[in-house]
């Protein structure tokens, strides 16, 4: 027996209706449907330096608590490890509790099992967002940023043993903030305004500043490559690439971000084989944590739950773009 068309438009509605406040659990939208990160107060005073921060600490290392799947984190561990920090900087890996809606610590630090009870044990105030990244000074118990554009930065310039690529020479530190001031509304947080968007133009309006970017990416490393500010490795790469490493994984299948494949931009696909190639940059990168966390837990886009099989990142990572 057919369902009634009434009957099928009035489920429709009231699908739609809930979507629209299950959306609202993700992130607020303005008045036209487009996404807006939310925002904390900075944490970070303005002119945070290391020696600062170490003085104050009195030598103890920081604690950096970041989390697999997520992209900003993923910039500050990606720093992390170019860098060679591991004795300068103690990683902690929290975990995505999907039924919760928060992230875990285990083993507990200080008691704390929570993120979001190690902000408040740090003295963060009530209302604040318990975010990953965070630098945590575990000396004093207080948090010393959670801001990953301006924490990579800082863990650039965190003291370590040894040599460690620069990634913020003074010849491109204005190229380096050009890109992000494109890159990080227009890609990094571009790809979630495309997969939050709440109705169709929103998405169209962020899916178009979403391909117009990776065109201009593409058009700067074929002429002026390998990496975003020429010849070496910057903070910009560093910033784009958890959002391109996931595109395949996440974002072209989850947020609507499949206009075009990424292999369709030779010079773009060849940088991400080379900066996934650099020591260390693959034990970053855990593609099934990606798919579980956010097949898994943005239940609105996924409401099935239902978590794909693929792709493998090892087959993307080593093959070859398409030609034109
Ligand atoms: N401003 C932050 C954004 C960090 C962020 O949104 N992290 C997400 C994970 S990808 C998070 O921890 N969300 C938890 C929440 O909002 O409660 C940055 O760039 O570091």
């Given at each position: 027996m ?6 099928v ?9 809930q979507?629209?406040?299950l ?6 939208a ?7 990160r939310p ?9 945070l ?9 009195a030598g ?6 970041i989390?697999?799947s ?9 720093v ?12 902690v ?13 285990t ?10 009870e ?11 967002r318990?975010t990953?990244?965070?630098?945590v000074?575990?000396?004093?118990r207080t948090?010393?940023?959670?801001d ?10 965190w003291?370590q ?13 204005d190229k380096i ?19 939050f968007?709440?109705?169709?133009a ?17 058009q700067?490393?074929e002429s ?9 490795l910057?903070?910009a ?6 959002t ?6 996440v974002y072209?299948?989850?947020?609507g971000?499949?206009?075009?494949p990424l ?5 773009l ?14 034990d ?12 898994g837990a ?5 409401p099935?739950?239902i978590v794909?099989?693929g ?8 093959s ?5």
């Amino acid at each position: 027996m057919s369902i009634p068309p009434v009957v099928v438009t009035a489920a429709r509605l009231g699908w739609r209706w809930q979507w629209q406040r299950l959306m609202g659990g993700l992130g607020p939208a303005d008045g036209a449907g487009n996404y807006i990160r939310p925002t904390s107060d900075p944490l970070t005073p303005p002119a945070l330096n290391p020696e600062e921060l170490l003085q104050r600490s009195a030598g103890q290392r920081p604690m950096l608590v970041i989390g697999r799947s997520c992209p900003w984190a993923h910039r500050t561990w990606l720093v992390h490890q170019l860098r060679h920090l591991h004795d300068s900087v103690t990683l902690v890996m929290a975990r995505a509790d999907h039924n919760a809606g928060r992230w875990a610590l285990t083993p507990a630090w200080e008691e704390c099992e929570t993120l979001l009870e190690l902000y408040r044990h740090c003295g963060a105030p009530p209302s604040y967002r318990a975010t990953v990244p965070v630098l945590v000074d575990p000396k004093t118990r207080t948090l010393l940023g959670n801001d990953s554009a301006p924490l990579v930065d800082l863990l650039n310039r965190w003291p370590q043993r040894g040599s460690a690529p620069e990634l913020a020479p003074p010849e491109s530190t204005d190229k380096i903030e050009s890109w992000q001031q494109l890159l990080q509304p227009a890609v990094n947080d571009g790809v979630y305004r495309c997969g939050f968007a709440r109705n169709q133009a929103a998405y169209d309006r962020a899916e178009a500043a979403l391909f117009a970017a990776l065109g201009a990416v593409e058009q700067s490393l074929e002429s002026n490559g390998p990496w975003l500010c020429g010849a070496s490795l910057t903070l910009a790469d560093v910033r784009l690439f958890p959002t391109l490493i996931r595109w395949e994984l996440v974002y072209a299948p989850l947020f609507g971000c499949s206009r075009r494949p990424l292999w369709h931009y030779p010079n773009l696909w060849d940088w991400r084989q080379r900066l996934y190639a650099l020591p260390g940059v693959a034990d970053t990168c855990d593609g099934d944590a990606w798919r579980h966390d956010y097949f898994g837990a943005l239940f609105p886009l996924n409401p099935g739950g239902i978590v794909p099989a693929g792709p493998n990142l090892s087959t993307l990572v080593n093959s070859k773009a398409a030609s034109g």
